[in-house]
């Protein structure tokens, strides 16, 4: 089989083993890759991932629509921070506005406000919830936007789910 393929339907990291074998002999690879969900914005309103893409409503190959108001929550479980990375940017200047809040929903902290081109810094959460929103207006529509966000886990001495003790004495 020539140019082999898989599909992983979640997130996550993930060992992989190539072998070919043909006349001149045989090899083996073993690699990890790691799997990171894809969000349309204007398709999903929420996510729980911890790591992923989110591009505009049309999506890594198209223009994005007049007239859009779309919003997302992230939300990842044991997340104690959210760091959000603008890898690409091409919105109309001064009309159409991506916005970053620190917190649940607009009314949060602004983290950072973008339009045109001008890709900025990272920015990083003071807690484990992040909201992004969009707008556009009437007309114009370029390639949009791709932000990758990834979730720093609360710290192991926080995160317990279950606990139990036992003793020898009764």
């Known amino acids: 089989l020539q140019n082999p393929s898989n599909t992983y339907a979640n997130p996550g990291i993930y060992t992989v083993q190539l072998i070919v074998n043909n006349c001149a002999g045989s090899d083996t690879i073993v690699q990890q890759i790691e799997v990171y969900s894809t969000i349309i914005m204007c398709n999903e309103t929420s996510t729980n991932k911890t790591a992923g893409f989110i591009y505009d409503s049309g999506g890594e190959f198209d223009t994005y629509q007049d007239f859009e108001n779309c919003s997302l929550l ?86 317990t789910i279950a606990d139990f003790s036992a003793s020898t004495l009764t």
């Open 74 to 159: 992230i939300q990842p479980c044991n997340a104690a921070t959210i760091t959000f990375t603008m890898e690409q940017l091409n919105i109309e200047t001064n009309y159409d506005y991506l916005s970053i809040y620190d917190g649940p929903n607009a009314s949060s902290p602004l983290l950072a406000m973008y339009n045109g081109m001008n890709l900025q810094t990272p920015v990083t959460t003071t807690g484990g919830v992040g909201f992004i929103e969009f707008t556009s207006d009437q007309s114009v529509v370029y390639f949009g936007y791709k932000i990758a966000y990834t979730s720093t886990p609360i710290g192991s001495s926080n995160n």
